[in-house]
């Protein structure tokens, strides 16, 4: 009875004294009831609502995170019971590259990859580099073919969607799903030269509808297209499988040339673009553009969504300045979905050197999730499922009037007219090469706010942080 009272007091000094009367008069009737005992029993309590389940994700395993942004070669591997090829399937990298040493047999590799992917956690991408012309990894299972010049000059852009659809049914019909094919870049430079007849056109209109047309017709066959070289690299002579190099051009000059055919391809819907290894001074000039946030920047402000994958970090403008390890983690931080190397045996070192950076904080997580989902969702995955992130990936349209799937005749022609010279070339072939001034759009304006800030650590040196190796690695891909 003291203790209530000191209580009460206690309990005073902070209510008015109303309150206080009314309090006391209640405990007087609630100690009379039990008794005048010392002890208060306890209410009853209402039974307590139980919380609804909330929906929650948990995304798979950080190192399975990271290898989901991978696309691995295999070198010399030809058979499913070659280790490097169960290894990597087993590493959950996103996808596999095929180069012409994977190429024995339509039979044999169609046998690879069913067994690979029968291996494998979820779907899998696989892709080669299959441009027709010099570019033709799978030439034993497609055949020779002409360059993309020549059948731009060659042939109506209906005729090249007809002659690309017959070539991705047959990388389908191995078990193909991802071409590193057309050609975006600006060339009108000798034959052999870096980019040379690789390229459709010099004229940013015929580049464009040219390359899209290629492009539609891989879709068709159900094989999914890359648009390259973003930026652009048809500017520079310099062979990145080898060295650097820097384009020295505004971004005034590139939006008004180079980045036309990009725009276009974004516009209809491009899934994927690969970025190539030069300095572009309007952009990063120091780092090449597939390690620079500027340039990934400057894509997503043209309104791109897929994925955006660096070309081969095996090559000498990359490898020759940073180990494969760190030019994962750069690649990624700067806004890379996808890192291409063909020599997979480095796969599980950048798998490793990923997961590090997000561990030290030097790559953000939220970044290696958007990475790994996009890729995922490229090959048929749920990027839930991989990174709890729902992504949903552009895809080319068909364009109005374009031509139906052509009959095997009808290709066949394509292709033997395409290789028969220039004599045979008639309309594109008379089409000037140089674009006229006033066809030339108005600069977009791009805030290129970068993915990773080039002050944080991973951008503020272009110095090399391994030894640099006297030969780059060496890397078909291009």
Same mark, same amino acid.
Request: proline letters at 9%; one cysteine or more.
């Given at each position: 009875?003291?203790?209530?009272?000191?209580?009460?007091?206690?309990?005073?000094?902070?209510?008015?004294?109303?309150?206080?009367?009314?309090?006391?008069?209640?405990?007087?009737?609630?100690?009379?009831?039990?008794?005048?005992?010392?002890?208060?029993?306890?209410?009853?309590?209402?039974?307590?609502?139980?919380a609804k389940p909330t929906m929650s994700c948990s995304p798979a395993p950080l190192e399975r995170r990271a290898a989901a942004t991978l696309i691995a070669g295999m070198p010399h591997v030809t058979s499913a019971s070659d280790a490097l090829g169960r290894s990597l399937v087993?590493?959950?990298?996103?996808?596999?590259?095929?180069?012409?040493?994977?190429?024995?047999?339509?039979?044999?590799?169609?046998?690879?990859?069913?067994?690979?992917?029968?291996?494998?956690?979820?779907?899998?991408?696989?892709?080669?580099?299959?441009?027709?012309?010099?570019?033709?990894?799978?030439?034993?299972?497609?055949?020779?073919?002409?360059?993309?010049?020549?059948?731009?000059?060659?042939?109506?852009?209906?005729?090249?969607?007809?002659?690309?659809?017959?070539?991705?049914?047959?990388?389908?019909?191995?078990?193909?799903?991802?071409?590193?094919?057309?050609?975006?870049?600006?060339?009108?430079?000798?034959?052999?030269?870096?980019?040379?007849?690789?390229?459709? @056109?010099?004229?940013?209109?015929?580049? @464009?509808?040219?390359?899209?047309?290629?492009?539609?017709?891989?879709?068709?066959?159900?094989?999914?297209?890359?648009?390259?070289?973003?930026?652009?690299?048809?500017?520079?002579?310099?062979?990145?499988?080898?060295?650097?190099?820097?384009?020295?051009?505004?971004?005034?000059?590139?939006?008004?040339?180079?980045?036309?055919?990009?725009?276009?391809?974004?516009?209809?819907?491009?899934?994927?673009?690969?970025?190539?290894?030069?300095?572009?001074?309007?952009?990063?000039?120091?780092?090449?553009?597939?390690? @620079?946030?500027?340039?990934?920047?400057?894509?997503?402000?043209?309104?791109?969504?897929?994925?955006?994958?660096?070309?081969?970090?095996?090559?000498?403008?990359?490898?020759?300045?940073?180990?494969?390890?760190?030019?994962?983690?750069?690649?990624?931080?700067?806004?890379?979905?996808?890192?291409?190397?063909?020599?997979?045996?480095?796969?599980?070192?950048?798998?490793?050197?990923?997961?590090?950076?997000?561990?030290?904080?030097?790559?953000?997580?939220?970044?290696?999730?958007?990475?790994?989902?996009?890729?995922?969702?490229?090959?048929?995955?749920?990027?839930?499922?991989?990174?709890?992130?729902?992504?949903?990936?552009?895809?080319?349209?068909?364009?109005?009037?374009?031509?139906?799937?052509?009959?095997?005749?009808?290709?066949?022609?394509?292709?033997?007219?395409?290789?028969?010279?220039?004599?045979?070339?008639?309309?594109?072939?008379?089409?000037?090469?140089?674009?006229?001034?006033?066809?030339?759009?108005?600069?977009?304006?791009?805030?290129?706010?970068?993915?990773?800030?080039?002050?944080?650590?991973?951008?503020?040196?272009?110095?090399?942080?391994?030894?640099?190796?006297?030969?780059?690695?060496?890397?078909?891909?291009?």
């Amino acid at each position: 009875m003291h203790a209530a009272r000191d209580a009460l007091r206690t309990y005073g000094d902070r209510v008015p004294r109303a309150c206080l009367r009314r309090a006391g008069l209640v405990l007087a009737a609630v100690l009379l009831l039990a008794g005048c005992t010392d002890t208060v029993a306890p209410a009853p309590r209402k039974a307590a609502t139980k919380a609804k389940p909330t929906m929650s994700c948990s995304p798979a395993p950080l190192e399975r995170r990271a290898a989901a942004t991978l696309i691995a070669g295999m070198p010399h591997v030809t058979s499913a019971s070659d280790a490097l090829g169960r290894s990597l399937v087993d590493l959950g990298v996103g996808g596999l590259f095929l180069s012409e040493a994977n190429v024995e047999s339509a039979r044999q590799l169609t046998a690879l990859l069913r067994d690979l992917r029968s291996r494998a956690r979820g779907p899998l991408l696989v892709s080669t580099d299959e441009e027709s012309g010099r570019v033709a990894l799978t030439r034993e299972i497609v055949g020779p073919g002409p360059s993309p010049r020549r059948l731009a000059r060659q042939q109506p852009p209906a005729q090249v969607r007809g002659f690309a659809a017959e070539l991705g049914r047959e990388l389908a019909g191995v078990g193909v799903n991802l071409d590193l094919a057309p050609l975006f870049d600006l060339d009108a430079g000798p034959s052999d030269g870096i980019v040379g007849d690789r390229s459709f @056109s010099a004229d940013p209109q015929i580049a @464009s509808e040219y390359a899209l047309a290629f492009s539609n017709g891989l879709v068709d066959a159900g094989i999914t297209p890359t648009v390259k070289h973003f930026p652009g690299q048809g500017r520079s002579a310099v062979d990145t499988h080898r060295d650097g190099g820097l384009v020295k051009a505004t971004l005034q000059e590139l939006q008004a040339t180079d980045l036309r055919p990009f725009q276009d391809a974004i516009d209809a819907g491009a899934p994927v673009v690969m970025l190539n290894h030069l300095g572009y001074t309007a952009l990063d000039g120091g780092l090449p553009a597939t390690m @620079s946030p500027k340039a990934y920047a400057l894509l997503r402000e043209m309104g791109f969504e897929g994925v955006a994958m660096t070309d081969s970090v095996g090559m000498g403008a990359v490898n020759l300045r940073w180990d494969f390890p760190e030019a994962a983690v750069r690649a990624v931080a700067a806004g890379a979905d996808a890192v291409l190397v063909t020599d997979g045996t480095q796969a599980e070192r950048m798998r490793d050197g990923l997961v590090d950076a997000v561990r030290s904080g030097r790559l953000p997580e939220t970044r290696l999730n958007e990475a790994a989902a996009r890729v995922t969702a490229l090959a048929g995955g749920d990027p839930n499922r991989i990174a709890c992130v729902a992504v949903q990936l552009p895809t080319f349209g068909r364009t109005a009037g374009a031509a139906p799937r052509p009959s095997g005749s009808a290709t066949a022609s394509a292709r033997g007219s395409a290789s028969a010279g220039p004599t045979a070339s008639t309309g594109p072939a008379q089409r000037s090469a140089t674009p006229s001034p006033s066809s030339s759009p108005t600069p977009r304006k791009s805030p290129l706010v970068p993915v990773a800030s080039p002050s944080s650590p991973l951008f503020r040196s272009a110095a090399p942080t391994t030894s640099p190796r006297s030969s780059p690695t060496s890397s078909p891909a291009g």
